[in-house]
């Protein structure tokens, strides 16, 4: 049997050729064969289908034809996020110029553990990771998997700068990321603040500050997963300079904001935190993963700080060699910094706004469709690009059935949000190309289904 040909050798790329041609042709074939935003059927239809296209996972003889198959089957039966009518969750469609990026980085294969592995990426990263900081007015930035990880590692840092026994507070609103990263990480219960309007209140919060024992760590949110919505931020950041506390901000919704002039003012405030997330395959468009954490003490990575002679030997270090271990609780790391990268270059500060402005635009449109119509609720107008509706005069119980009625028919991907002791259905758009007259077809789905 010939040997398969490498990706990241001088002839990987003639060898890929005829593979992207493969893998393009099932891409579109697949999703045609889908015919929608996901695929009809519901998880018992879908499981059947990539059962029988897998068949023998592991066959005693390989299929030259497998990549075609799978490629397509996995087309015909994935969500598509660029679909009008994909408008759930922060599940963005990724830009095609970050797609050829990324398959660069996996072509290359370079490991972000040691700079013997990832000369150019590494300066890259650490290029770009700044940039990104500065710009919301921190000083460096780590990549990471995403908001997850950023705030696992922003709770990190906070206890191994402030103490072991540091304290959590933030609202019902946050990510359930945090609590779960102060469980993780061994930290007493956190305080969980009540946001009766979607935000976390200031007063309530000065009364937590005040009433517990310090040290503390506030993390406030700058787009919620459930609406989109942005904490007071200039308040509770006067509030924790008052009360020399540690501000994290999960802005990995909202955090992209920075670069439309229309929209940044929303973030003031964002500069005076500590740590803050971003998440650029969120409202950045990029190929999962795209995260990262920004700080405005970079002395506070010392506390990543790990030596393994393979990795970081003391004389390479002394030698000049990069220490890379620093920059991440992970080891093996690949470049996802490429993909930022080629985005920001490719579209500069005007083409990202031009986009952030136009999905936001793209939710209060559809929030004055909600609004003039008789037969919605709309929650509010949108702060970023996520809309909360429910047909008017409905039970929770039949804004759930409308849901999971569109996806088991593959019609529509609608979110679902509890808030004011009500579900509502949720839509988040993050497609800049969208017309209104999906919008408007979407809200006709609804009321398709709904009982009359």
Same mark, same amino acid.
């Given at each position: 049997?010939?040997?398969?040909?490498?990706?990241?050798?001088?002839?990987?790329?003639?060898?890929?050729?005829?593979?992207?041609?493969?893998?393009?042709?099932?891409?579109?074939?697949?999703?045609?064969? $889908?015919?929608?935003?996901?695929?009809?059927?519901? %998880?018992?239809?879908?499981?059947a289908r990539i059962t029988a296209a897998i068949g023998d996972v592991l066959p005693d003889k390989g299929d030259p034809n497998a990549l075609h198959t799978l490629v397509h089957a996995l087309a015909k039966d994935s969500t598509d996020p660029a679909h009008p009518l994909c408008a759930a969750h922060l599940h963005?469609?990724?830009?095609?110029?970050?797609?050829?990026?990324?398959?660069?980085?996996?072509?290359?294969?370079?490991?972000?553990?040691?700079?013997?592995?990832?000369?150019?990426?590494?300066?890259?990263?650490?290029?770009?990771?700044?940039?990104?900081? &500065?710009?919301? +007015?921190?000083?460096?930035?780590?990549?990471?998997? +995403?908001?997850?990880?950023?705030?696992?590692?922003?709770?990190?840092?906070?206890?191994?700068?402030?103490?072991?026994?540091? $304290?959590?507070?933030?609202?019902?609103?946050?990510?359930?990321?945090?609590?779960?990263?102060?469980?993780?990480?061994?930290?007493?219960?956190?305080?969980?603040?009540?946001?009766?309007?979607?935000?976390?209140? %200031?007063?309530?919060?000065?009364?937590?500050?005040?009433?517990?024992?310090?040290?503390?760590?506030?993390?406030?949110?700058?787009?919620?997963?459930?609406? +989109?919505?942005?904490?007071?931020?200039?308040?509770?950041?006067?509030?924790?300079?008052?009360?020399?506390?540690?501000?994290?901000?999960?802005?990995?919704?909202?955090?992209?904001?920075?670069?439309?002039?229309?929209?940044?003012?929303?973030?003031?405030?964002?500069?005076?935190?500590?740590?803050?997330?971003?998440?650029?395959?969120?409202?950045?468009?990029?190929?999962?993963?795209?995260?990262?954490?920004?700080?405005?003490?970079?002395?506070?990575?010392?506390?990543?700080?790990?030596?393994?002679?393979?990795?970081?030997?003391?004389?390479?270090?002394?030698?000049?060699?990069?220490?890379?271990? &620093?920059?991440?609780? $992970?080891?093996?790391?690949? %470049?996802?910094?490429?993909?930022?990268?080629?985005?920001?270059?490719?579209?500069?500060?005007?083409?990202?706004?031009?986009?952030?402005?136009?999905?936001?635009?793209?939710?209060?449109?559809?929030?004055?469709?909600?609004?003039?119509?008789?037969?919605?609720?709309?929650?509010? &107008?949108?702060?970023?690009?996520?809309?909360?509706?429910?047909?008017?005069?409905?039970?929770?119980?039949?804004?759930?059935?409308?849901?999971? &009625?569109?996806?088991?028919? +593959?019609?529509?991907?609608?979110?679902?949000?509890?808030?004011?002791?009500?579900?509502?259905?949720?839509?988040?758009?993050?497609?800049?190309?969208?017309?209104?007259?999906?919008?408007?077809?979407?809200?006709?789905?609804?009321?398709?289904?709904?009982?009359?």
């Open positions: 049997m010939t040997t398969p040909p490498f990706a990241s050798s001088p002839d990987g790329p003639d060898a890929l050729q005829p593979l992207l041609n493969t893998v393009l042709d099932a891409l579109r074939n697949g999703g045609r064969a $889908r015919g929608g935003p996901l695929p009809a059927g519901g %998880p018992d239809a879908v499981t963005c469609p990724p830009l095609t110029v970050a797609t050829a990026a990324d398959l660069a980085a996996s072509a290359l294969n370079p490991s972000l553990d040691s700079w013997d592995q990832a000369p150019a990426a590494s300066t890259l990263e650490t290029i770009v990771s700044r940039k990104l900081a &500065h710009e919301i +007015g921190l000083t460096d930035a780590l990549v990471t998997t +995403g908001g997850t990880e950023s705030n696992q590692l922003a709770v990190l840092l906070a206890r191994e700068t402030q103490g072991k026994n540091v $304290r959590l507070i933030c609202g019902t609103n946050a990510h359930h990321s945090l609590p779960r990263a102060a469980w993780l990480l061994g930290l007493p219960d956190p305080v969980i603040i009540p946001t009766p309007n979607g935000t976390l209140d %200031p007063t309530a919060l000065h009364h937590a500050l005040t009433h517990h024992p310090h040290p503390l760590l506030v993390a406030a949110t700058a787009g919620t997963t459930d609406a +989109g919505l942005i904490d007071p931020l200039p308040e509770i950041a006067r509030l924790c300079t008052t009360h020399g506390t540690r501000l994290h901000i999960d802005a990995a919704y909202g955090g992209p904001l920075v670069f439309s002039e229309h929209h940044r003012h929303k973030l003031t405030g964002l500069e005076t935190a500590h740590t803050v997330t971003l998440d650029l395959h969120k409202l950045g468009w990029q190929p999962v993963a795209a995260g990262l954490l920004a700080l405005a003490h970079p002395h506070d990575l010392t506390t990543l700080h790990h030596h393994t002679d393979y990795l970081n030997a003391d004389d390479d270090t002394e030698a000049g060699l990069p220490d890379l271990l &620093h920059r991440s609780l $992970r080891t093996t790391r690949r %470049p996802d910094i490429l993909k930022i990268a080629v985005t920001l270059k490719t579209l500069g500060r005007t083409g990202l706004a031009t986009l952030i402005d136009q999905v936001c635009a793209h939710a209060r449109a559809l929030a004055a469709l909600l609004h003039d119509h008789p037969g919605f609720e709309l929650h509010d &107008h949108p702060t970023i690009s996520t809309v909360l509706f429910r047909p008017t005069n409905t039970t929770d119980t039949t804004v759930a059935h409308i849901r999971r &009625h569109l996806l088991h028919q +593959g019609r529509a991907v609608l979110g679902r949000a509890h808030l004011d002791n009500r579900l509502w259905l949720k839509a988040t758009l993050l497609n800049p190309h969208t017309h209104p007259d999906e919008l408007a077809h979407l809200l006709t789905l609804v009321e398709g289904t709904t009982p009359g």
